[in-house]
């Protein structure tokens, strides 16, 4: 069964402070690893696809990275309008269709 | 940008009634899938759907459950007959490939429609 866990739960950070998300996974040979943010009440929006280990894809302050156990996601000097729940999920080999999400990072940026 | 929509926003029934739930896929994606959120907890996959039928379903999706493209915008998910324990957050998404495919598998998600059953 396809797992994905992501660490820490909750993440308090001042404007301007960098850190990372990590998103461990087991899956039945990879397929493709998604990252979204999700705001409350909304649904998730995607940010990147990361398809082998080594790869890595950047976007403004995000960049996510993934090796053949977890991904990360670091953020560069976070703003305010950062602050989300960030998911993980993953779509394995196998000609699978459905995405395993973790239980997400919420982050809060502090002024 | 295009985006998926969803229709309502927030369903309120009793139990043991049936509801739909609408979703209008971006126009040129090819993948149509139903997830669901229970509040506090992860996204479940509940469904894809391609080609006018199920390619994959999970456990959640039993016989209570259908999907239904019935012309060439909609995409609907029917509850025949709710149960508490079916109030959630249900996300529609659409991609334009699927696993199956090499590029362009991204999942894009709608905004949801909050179903209470009281």
């Known amino acids: 069964e396809d797992q994905v866990t992501q660490s820490p739960e909750a993440l308090r950070l001042q404007e301007g402070e960098s850190s990372s998300l990590n998103c461990s996974y087991t899956?039945?040979?990879?397929?493709?690893l998604f990252w979204y943010r999700q705001d409350p009440g909304k649904g998730p929006e995607f940010l990147f696809t990361l398809y082998s280990a080594g790869e890595e894809k950047e976007k403004e302050r995000l960049k996510a990275t993934l090796t053949k156990k977890e991904s990360f996601l670091h953020i560069t000097a976070p703003k305010p309008e950062d602050s989300a729940t960030y998911l993980c999920a993953v779509q394995a080999n196998f000609g699978n269709e459905k995405l395993t999400f973790g239980t997400g990072t919420r982050l809060t940026i502090i002024p | 940008e295009p985006e998926v929509t969803q229709t309502p926003s927030h369903q309120v029934t009793q139990m043991g009634q049936e509801v739909i739930l609408r979703c209008v896929p971006i126009s040129n994606h090819l993948y149509f899938y139903w997830y669901r959120q229970i509040l506090g907890q992860k996204v479940e996959f509940l469904v894809s759907?391609?080609?006018?039928?199920?390619?994959?379903k999970s456990e959640i999706f039993d016989d209570q459950f259908s999907v239904e493209r019935p012309d060439g915008s909609n995409f609907t998910l029917k509850i025949r007959s709710t149960k508490l324990e079916d109030s959630a957050m249900y996300f529609c998404?659409?991609?334009?490939?699927?696993?199956?495919?090499?590029?362009?598998?991204?999942?894009?998600f709608g905004p949801g429609t909050r179903l209470t059953v009281l």
């Open positions: 759907f391609y080609n006018n039928e199920i390619s994959e």
């Open positions: 998404a659409s991609s334009v490939g699927s696993g199956r495919a090499t590029i362009y598998n991204e999942q894009f």
């Open positions: 899956v039945s040979g990879l397929r493709g």
